[in-house]
């Protein structure tokens, strides 16, 4: 079956710091990739997405590259703030929503 | 609404009680899913609404576990005889079409079973 294993939390960063959350999957076909974002008090919200291999997702200065060579989608900010202190799920899709697979989900809190 | 609402937001509960958890999705959604998300795990599907049509409870991980939707809005996730192992977060979401990027989400239902 599916499977989707992400980085394990907690991640603390101060501001301005470099992000890298690893994700890898494990799918029987050609998958969609996401990442998806928890602020506190808040429900899930898709942040990016990539379709196919290679593609590259990216908002809010997030960006992420679908590498089926490894089969990775590392999440990735060059410079992150306060107000990215959020939980970070990593997710594929074959389909539909009844087929997503989430992964456990990293925190991130990053200080002042 | 502006987003899909859930009630309560947190419920504490005695094992072998039952406890009903509520979903109001997004005016006009015509898809609506429950998921679950126990601790440290990622989230796993419980049943998918779809219009009209009859649900999909392939999720669901037992039959103390069901789910209506009345009206084509409004869904209820019952569970029956509450065990410990039910405690966890319970996550609605909705959409105008089946597509994953479309899915909006609430803030979920925290159960806790004692």
């Known amino acids: 079956g599916n499977s989707v294993t992400q980085m394990e939390g907690p991640v603390t960063l101060s501001e301005e710091a470099f992000l890298t959350i690893n994700c890898t999957y494990t799918a029987t076909g050609y998958p969609s990739l996401f990442w998806y974002v928890q602020y506190p008090g808040e429900g899930l919200q898709l942040l990016l997405k990539?379709?196919?291999?290679?593609d590259k997702g990216s908002n809010k200065g997030f960006e992420a590259t679908y590498r089926k060579e490894t089969t990775s989608f590392h999440l990735e900010k060059g410079s992150v703030q306060v107000s990215d202190s959020a939980v970070y799920f990593c997710?594929?899709?074959?389909?539909?929503?009844?087929?997503?697979?989430f992964g456990s989900g990293t925190q991130l809190t990053v200080l002042p | 609404g502006a987003g899909v609402s859930q009630s309560p937001s947190n419920k504490v509960t005695e094992k072998g009680k039952d406890v009903e958890l509520r979903c109001d999705p997004i005016?006009?959604?015509?898809?609506l899913y429950w998921y679950r998300q126990s601790l440290g795990q990622g989230l796993e599907f419980l049943i998918y609404f779809q219009g009209n049509s009859a649900p999909d409870k392939s999720g669901l991980p037992s039959d103390r576990f069901s789910a209506e939707r009345t009206g084509g809005s409004v869904s209820t996730l019952t569970i029956q005889r509450t065990q410990q192992e039910d405690s966890a977060v319970y996550l609605c979401a909705s959409s105008l079409a089946s597509g994953v990027e479309k899915l909006f989400f609430g803030s979920g239902t925290q159960l806790s079973v004692l």
């Open positions: 990539a379709t196919k291999a290679d």
């Open positions: 997710a594929l899709s074959e389909g539909s929503a009844r087929q997503l697979t």
């Open positions: 005016s006009g959604h015509t898809a």
